[in-house]
């Protein structure tokens, strides 16, 4: 029999609502996660008590779906979504149910759920709830509707991308006549917001399969909610340093860096802007120059149309942006890098470089990581003596210079950008006396136009 450790907090709701003469169970991602060993980060629980009724047995609740016959039950900090077994009624955008209806039979409730592996309820009285053979697809790993998948995607379109979602969170197969209905019907992915893709689309990459993110193209979904992504999966790379398609090498980079949204955001959009600078020479060899900036112009444009927030776009844009750049290996050349990319974001600049790396021509990787691995030293380096890496870290502020003489304006912002390059080139001068000399010699020779070079060579 199988047994599920129920948190105490989630046991007191379900003693609550059984000492009172109601059906209850924790139900759905829960279970299916307690049974496979996962820690659950929500425990909902499902009951024949109406809303009203739920509400009059607990001293703290919140109205979250009580329409859709969801209460949340406070027990402290932690709140227990409580849903009253009900039955949905005809769905008019793809997503919601015009209607519901409560009912008092669980397996009414069970069978209006997606899949089989989250359609489960467990209580200690009852033990596992299995009416349509969860279990069995755990143990086979594959991710089944309950019932007719066209009627499950027609009821909510989320569900398609829902699918290969789990596929990849537990390296489950997607069963083929899932994948069928997906390919007939991914365009009402159309009718969903950006947000809920949003949400989906990151939990894909960032489970411990992203590169099955391959399974969202083959199911035709990209086409409809980034169709960028299928340019670059037939995008060819006729090149000595490449083995794959870019969409293909897109996916190996993919495996090779932790699971961290900017960081597979970034691996994912990376080299989405190689179509439109793909260009191939008189010898057939393919090259792309200047498809970085290309490929942050277009992060930027999705990024905005699924709604991220504008940090993780900043950071993701600038990731991209400066991915296909090579620091000359020294200490100038690495501070402004740095400087360039942000000190903030050079450790995940590396990062992104050693993935970028490792899905290149076997040929090549070896001497890719020597570079990599001495780039890192020398920025280690660097680390440990905190050298001088923005103007805020300059020993002389603005205020320095205009009590020194200078005026506001423009040429103070030169004049700062020349000192910080005199400061990233000879980090041993970042003294206020010594700045504040250079600042006056500088200015007695009619020279504050310097700004910081490209300390970079671009693939």
Known sequence: MTYIEIPEKAKRILKTLHDSGFEAYVVGGCVRDSILGRRPEDWDITTSAAPQQVKALFARTIDTGIAHGTVTVMDGKDAFEVTTYRIDGDYEDCRHPKHVAFTSNLSEDLKRRDFTINAMAYSDESGLIDLFCGME???????????????????????????????????????????????????????????????????????????????????????????????????RQNNPHHIYSTGEHTLAALRSIPSDKVLRLTMLFHDMGKPEVFVTDENGKDHFKGHAAHSARIAEKVMRRLRFDNETTRQVCTLVKHHSLYPQLTGRDVRRSAYLIGPELFDSFLLVKRADCLAHHPDVIPAMLDYLRELERIWRDIQLHGDCLSVKGLAVTGNDLIGDGMRPGPELGR??????????????????EMLLAESRRYRAEGDADQVIERPVIEE
């Open 415 to 432: 004049m700062l950008e020349h000192l910080l390059e005199l400061v990233l080139a000879h980090p041993e001068k970042n003294e206020r």
């Open 137 to 235: 697809d755990l143990e086979h790993k594959v991710i089944r509707c309950v019932g007719e998948p066209r009627e499950r995607f027609s009821e909510d379109a989320l569900r398609m991308l829902r699918a290969v979602r789990f596929a990849a969170q537990l390296g489950f197969a997607l069963d083929e006549g899932a994948k069928a209905a997906i390919r007939e019907m991914a365009e009402a992915l159309d009718h969903i917001s950006a947000e809920r893709i949003q949400v989906e689309l990151v939990k894909l990459l960032t489970s411990a399969h992203p590169h099955w993110f391959r399974l969202v193209y083959e199911t035709g979904i990209t086409s409809v909610i980034l169709p960028e992504f299928d340019r670059i999966m037939v995008q």
